[in-house]
């Protein structure tokens, strides 16, 4: 029988980890542990981008949840991003950009806030003022380290990540109880926290292990259930598939 994978992530955005996952040949079950919503607030409040130097974009989420609106509501604005220094944390969060047009000055080559962090601390940014489109929930590293060059950081929250709304967890918990899930795979921070939360009431066995897409995600894993098996060394679907794979060496036994 194939081993099975349980997949955190909403539906909309688990179909390349399925995909993958599949072709290594495990058998993969679905369970999101979060939803996102969007936040429109931020609309009636931004102010002007022609008054920013640069705007910091760290996931994919964030950008379509600032750009889908900004082109509907405010194309003239969209167009003025090109003229910002434009920051991405990441190679995925690059290709949400580029689907409305727009191209990162700035990627770092590890694929994290810190990593932006650093880079931070070579420029001059003193009296500089930047935008950092964030989640609800986002950590405030980026922003910390923008203040502390001596800019100015305002914050605009374009979504938020909460619990489903609607899950039947019921064949999910037969499937922790009865050992039938051999590897849970954590996208995010969020995903890791709803998870115990709908699941503390079941103690996870060692056999079952845990799967993290990047580092802030496997701090998340650790310090709720002691352990990360699994880290993919890069932040990306096809990093963490080949790090369950590798770790299951044998998939199909």
């Known amino acids: 029988m194939p081993r099975t994978v349980l997949i955190t992530r909403p539906k909309a955005q688990a179909h390349e980890l399925i995909r993958l996952l599949e072709q290594y040949g495990f058998h993969c079950e679905l369970c999101p542990t979060i939803e996102i919503c969007a936040l429109t607030d931020w609309l009636s409040s931004i102010p002007p981008l022609y008054t920013y130097h640069g705007i910091f974009f760290t996931s994919a989420n964030g950008v379509e949840h600032f750009l889908a609106p900004l ?80 800019a100015i950081c305002d914050e605009c929250e374009v979504y938020d990540t909460r619990l489903p709304s609607h899950t039947d967890l019921s064949h999910i918990e037969r499937l922790l109880v009865t050992q039938g899930i051999h590897v849970i795979a954590f996208m995010s921070p969020s995903a890791v926290k709803n998870f115990h939360q709908l699941f503390e009431h079941i103690s996870l066995p060692s056999s079952i292990q845990l799967a993290a897409i990047g580092h802030t995600t496997a701090q998340a894993i650790e310090q709720l259930y002691g352990r990360v098996d699994i880290l993919a060394p890069a932040p990306s679907s096809q990093s963490l598939a080949e790090a369950i794979a590798a770790a299951c060496s044998s998939p199909s036994t």
């Open 71 to 150: 082109r509907q509501h405010a194309p003239d604005l969209l167009l003025h991003l090109n003229r910002l220094t434009i920051y991405a944390v990441g190679p995925k969060t690059a290709d949400a950009l580029s689907k409305f047009g727009l191209k990162p000055s700035v990627v770092p080559d590890a694929h994290h806030a810190e990593a932006l962090s650093a880079i931070l601390t070579q420029q001059n940014l003193a009296g500089q003022r930047f935008l950092f489109v964030r989640g609800k929930l986002a950590r405030r590293t980026l922003p910390e380290a923008v203040r502390a060059a001596g």
